[in-house]
């Protein structure tokens, strides 16, 4: 009897987490597939082949991810889901593991920008869905599986076709919820205000150096220990500046805009940006990933805001005269931000953010660029 309970519990428990996960991250693909390049990168897994790859195994994980859950949950072709669920939540126990312990991937991006995690609130969290899988294999036998045959298939099926439906939608257009500090309704200016400015308490770091000694022996210590304990008067100590490292030590407000800056060659233009009534800004993060139909959908409204003074700006990481064969005249003004913050900004390359006043009143994928 025991035994059955746990497993019905875990059942819905690990199905059910499961379909949540899928759904979030199905809602933005993008912004997961940009999780996915960052564990690619030579920094992380140094897997730097599977970077152009990593949209469309975003699209393939949280479709399977979704499809595995459902199908947990109506107790079909029970062994095979187990070892599906198994392997992925094996596999992201060690990416999680991974991020948290030598603090690479700050988010694992496991529930999208819904749910932020800290690395080992990650890595806790799949710890206890391998506990809650391994009940599973114990209690295979009394997996729930009452759901007429013909109903659950339906219901597969209808799983299958809404995530075909759903990703295609927020692919070619934008996410259906979006759950960033550039969302419609938020302003930029507000974000970006420290802490101290808010009246909050802001987060606490440390640093940590690397001590040596004359015979090879090498010891951490932090900040407030050096200065306590006088380490610059302990002579036969060498700090190894180059594996000094920065630790959060106590959680506090951070502003969820940061990195946000628009420079040109002219200095900073952040502030007179963000105070203009109106303004379009036309986000194109990277040359080289850019969308060359995008253009082509764009233009024409970057020629209606011109011949109606409409102020407007082209937003980059990468140098202007890369554009210049989607035809962007040189009166077309243009201005470097951060790639990520262009990332964040809009999931569309190009795509369109309008301000007001610093608050986001709109923003428009490439497709759905006026005209």
Not at 266 to 282: F, K, M, N, R
Request: aromatic share 12%.
């Amino acid at each position: 009897m025991m035994k059955s309970f746990l497993t019905r519990i875990a059942q819905v428990l690990v199905g059910g987490l499961f379909i949540f996960s899928g759904l979030v991250k199905m809602n933005d693909p993008v912004g997961f597939s940009f999780k996915l390049e960052e564990y690619f990168s030579e920094e992380v897994l140094n897997l730097p082949i599977f970077e152009p790859l990593a949209l469309p195994l975003a699209i393939i994980l949280v479709a399977v991810e979704v499809l595995l859950g459902l199908a947990l949950l109506l107790g079909l072709w029970e062994r095979a889901v187990l070892v599906l669920l198994s392997g992925m939540i094996g596999f992201f126990t060690f990416l999680t593991f991974w991020s948290a312990y030598f603090n690479q991937v700050t988010d694992c991006g496991c529930f999208g920008d819904a749910i932020p995690l800290t690395p080992w609130e990650s890595f806790y969290k799949d710890v206890v869905l391998c506990g809650l899988i391994i009940i599973l294999w114990w209690g295979e036998k009394h997996i729930f599986n009452g759901v007429p045959k013909i109903t659950s298939y339906a219901l597969m099926a209808f799983g299958l076709g809404f995530s075909i439906v759903f990703t295609y939608q927020v692919m070619n257009h934008l996410p259906s919820r979006d759950f960033r500090p550039y969302a419609e309704g938020l302003s930029i200016i507000e974000g970006m205000k420290p802490a101290e400015e808010l009246g909050l308490e802001p987060p606490k770091y440390e640093v940590i150096y690397t001590m040596q000694n004359e015979s090879g022996e090498m010891t951490e210590i932090t900040s407030t220990e050096y200065i306590s304990e006088k380490w610059w008067e302990k002579i036969e100590w060498t700090m190894l500046s180059e594996l000094s490292k920065t630790i959060k030590v106590a959680e506090g407000y951070e502003p969820p805009v940061h990195d946000f800056s628009i420079m040109n060659d002219y200095g900073d233009l952040t502030d007179s940006i963000l105070a203009l009534d109106e303004v379009w800004l036309l986000v194109a993060y990277n040359h080289a990933k850019t969308s060359e139909k995008g253009w082509g959908n764009v233009l024409p409204t970057v020629e209606k805001l011109a011949g109606e003074g409409t102020p407007h700006i082209v937003l980059s990481a990468s140098m202007p005269e890369d554009f210049a064969s989607y035809g962007l005249t040189d009166q077309t003004p243009f201005a470097f931000t951060d790639e990520t913050t262009l990332k964040t900004m809009v999931r569309s390359n190009p795509g369109w953010v309008v301000l007001n006043k610093g608050s986001v009143v709109k923003k428009f994928h490439h497709n759905d660029s006026p005209r």
